[in-house]
């Protein structure tokens, strides 16, 4: 019996240890060669440079683009700013949380047609359910009205609602081992797209919670269908190895990774199922 009790204490100070050393590991650099086959047999290249100060994104870099990284008095992203360099053009993201971390407002600011528009997205809860009402500046009406289901802590529905209240659109989310293994629409788009992963550490998941906190979980979620940056996947325990969609609208993905000693990749390797692009990248920690 006093065995079994030290040997318990002690798998549970590992268990601390592997988990404080997860914490310790943190991201310096990464670089992005994507390659687009579209239009040159030899592929029109971009390069994008991701810097971190301290595990979180300073700045995501390509040749003519600088996109800024701010944070608040907890260490939660705060604010984004997008520039074009030699240009005017900006973008302006703010993000803002309650007392409990929870986000509660996304703002977009960006240009739509030579006219300056804000983007945005309120969220509301209430239980187990997450009210999302997007509007913007430039249009008088609603222009989504989302409602989410959170269960165990995770988003297992979204739903949309129209101008009378009734639901057009649903989707339901799955998840295996703490991954999201799938995206099946329900009601209106009745699309099913499947995800699966190594067994490996995911360096999305190092970056999404150094942004976002103990509720990134919900937050990235929430936000990844109104910035780009973030995908819904990124919450998953493992990384990504294929995107598989039932819809002709979504192009899958299928890629590979390379570890280091500690199981983070240090490089990757993704392609289109159409063969078009091909997205390279390489890790750096500290």
């Given at each position: 019996?006093?065995?079994?009790?030290?040997?318990?204490?002690?798998?549970?100070?590992?268990?601390?240890?592997?988990?404080?050393?997860?914490?310790?590991?943190?991201?310096?650099?990464?670089?992005?060669?994507?390659t687009?086959?579209?239009?040159?047999?030899?592929g029109?290249?971009?390069?994008?440079?991701?810097?971190?100060?301290?595990?979180?994104?300073?700045?995501?870099?390509?040749?003519?683009?600088?996109?800024?990284?701010?944070?608040?008095?907890?260490?939660?992203?705060?604010?984004?700013?997008?520039?074009?360099?030699?240009?005017?053009?900006?973008?302006?993201?703010?993000?803002?949380?309650?007392?409990d971390?929870?986000?509660?407002?996304?703002?977009?600011?960006?240009?739509?047609?030579?006219?300056?528009?804000?983007?945005?997205?309120?969220?509301?809860?209430?239980?187990?359910?997450?009210?999302?009402?997007?509007?913007?500046?430039?249009?008088?009406?609603?222009?989504?009205?989302?409602?989410?289901?959170?269960?165990?802590?995770?988003?297992?529905r979204?739903?949309?609602?129209?101008?009378?209240?009734?639901?057009?659109?649903?989707?339901?989310?799955?998840?295996?081992?703490?991954?999201?293994?799938?995206?099946?629409?329900?009601?209106?788009?009745?699309?099913?797209?499947?995800?699966t992963?190594?067994?490996?550490k995911?360096?999305?998941?190092?970056?999404?919670?150094?942004?976002?906190?103990?509720?990134?979980?919900?937050?990235?979620?929430l936000i990844?269908?109104?910035?780009?940056?973030?995908?819904?996947?990124?919450?998953?325990?493992?990384?990504?190895?294929?995107?598989?969609?039932?819809?002709?609208?979504?192009?899958?993905?299928?890629?590979?990774?390379?570890?280091?000693?500690?199981?983070?990749?240090?490089?990757?390797?993704?392609?289109?199922?159409?063969?078009?692009?091909?997205?390279?990248?390489?890790?750096?920690?500290?």
């Amino acid at each position: 019996m006093i065995k079994n009790y030290f040997i318990a204490i002690f798998m549970m100070a590992f268990s601390c240890l592997i988990h404080s050393q997860d914490q310790q590991f943190k991201l310096k650099q990464i670089n992005v060669v994507k390659t687009n086959y579209r239009d040159l047999k030899s592929g029109e290249i971009e390069n994008k440079t991701l810097l971190f100060q301290d595990g979180k994104i300073l700045t995501i870099k390509t040749s003519d683009v600088v996109h800024s990284f701010f944070y608040n008095q907890k260490g939660l992203l705060d604010m984004t700013v997008k520039e074009r360099i030699g240009s005017n053009w900006k973008e302006v993201v703010k993000y803002s949380y309650d007392k409990d971390d929870r986000i509660t407002k996304f703002m977009k600011k960006y240009d739509e047609n030579g006219e300056t528009v804000t983007k945005t997205v309120t969220m509301t809860y209430e239980g187990a359910r997450i009210k999302a009402i997007t509007k913007k500046s430039n249009v008088h009406t609603v222009i989504e009205d989302i409602e989410y289901v959170v269960e165990n802590g995770l988003i297992i529905r979204r739903s949309s609602r129209d101008r009378n209240q009734q639901i057009f659109n649903k989707i339901e989310y799955v998840y295996s081992n703490d991954n999201v293994i799938r995206h099946k629409g329900v009601l209106g788009e009745k699309m099913i797209n499947n995800f699966t992963f190594d067994d490996k550490k995911s360096v999305d998941l190092l970056i999404v919670q150094n942004l976002f906190g103990p509720n990134y979980k919900v937050i990235v979620p929430l936000i990844s269908f109104h910035e780009e940056e973030f995908d819904f996947e990124s919450i998953s325990y493992n990384n990504e190895l294929a995107f598989i969609p039932s819809s002709i609208n979504y192009t899958g993905v299928t890629g590979k990774y390379k570890y280091n000693a500690s199981n983070y990749p240090i490089s990757s390797s993704f392609l289109e199922q159409n063969g078009i692009v091909k997205i390279d990248k390489t890790y750096i920690y500290e």
